[in-house]
C-alpha cells in the first residue's frame, strides 16, 4: 500500500489563504516525468471532484472554474511535492481535501482517478 502524505489544512477566515502539501513516497517520482498530481475536494453531502492537476515532468497545470485565478499548484521535484496555494477563500471551499498520484485524467475538460491517495485534509473557511 502507498500513501500520500498532506498537510497544511485548518481553519481560516473567508479571504485568508492556506497552503496545502503533498508529499509523495520517493519512487513514485523516479519516473516523474509520466506522474500526473492533482488536487480533490469533497465538501459535505456532495461527490469528490477534481479542482486541479499538475504534471512535474513539464509542469502543465489544470483548473476547475470554481478555483481558477484564486488556486494554483505547483510542485518541488527535488522534494517530491505537490503543493496547492490557495488564496481568497471562500466558506464554499470548505471541504476535506484530497490529493491523488497518477491520475487518469488532467486537461482542461477532466481532472479524474488517481491510483494513490491521501488521507484527506480538513479545510473550513468561515464567513
Known amino acids: 500500500e502507498v500513501q500520500l502524505v498532506e498537510s497544511g489544512g485548518g481553519l481560516v477566515q473567508a479571504g485568508g489563504s492556506l497552503r496545502l502539501s503533498c508529499k509523495a513516497p520517493?519512487?513514485?517520482?523516479?519516473?516523474?516525468?509520466?506522474?500526473?498530481i492533482g488536487w480533490f475536494r469533497q465538501a459535505p453531502g456532495k461527490e469528490r471532484v477534481g479542482i486541479s492537476c499538475?504534471?512535474?515532468?513539464?509542469?502543465?497545470?489544470y483548473y476547475k472554474d470554481s478555483v481558477k485565478g484564486r488556486f494554483t499548484i505547483s510542485s518541488d521535484n527535488a522534494k517530491n511535492t505537490v503543493y496547492l496555494q490557495m488564496n481568497n477563500l471562500k466558506p464554499e471551499d470548505t471541504a476535506v481535501y484530497y490529493c491523488?498520484?497518477?491520475?487518469?485524467?488532467?486537461?482542461?475538460?477532466?481532472?479524474?482517478?488517481?491510483?494513490?491517495w491521501g488521507q484527506g485534509t480538513q479545510v473550513t473557511v468561515s464567513s
Open positions: 491523488a498520484a497518477r491520475l487518469d485524467y488532467c486537461s482542461i475538460n477532466d481532472i479524474a482517478g488517481g491510483k494513490f
Open positions: 499538475i504534471s512535474p515532468s513539464d509542469g502543465r497545470t
Open positions: 520517493r519512487w513514485l517520482f523516479d519516473d516523474y516525468e509520466e506522474e500526473v
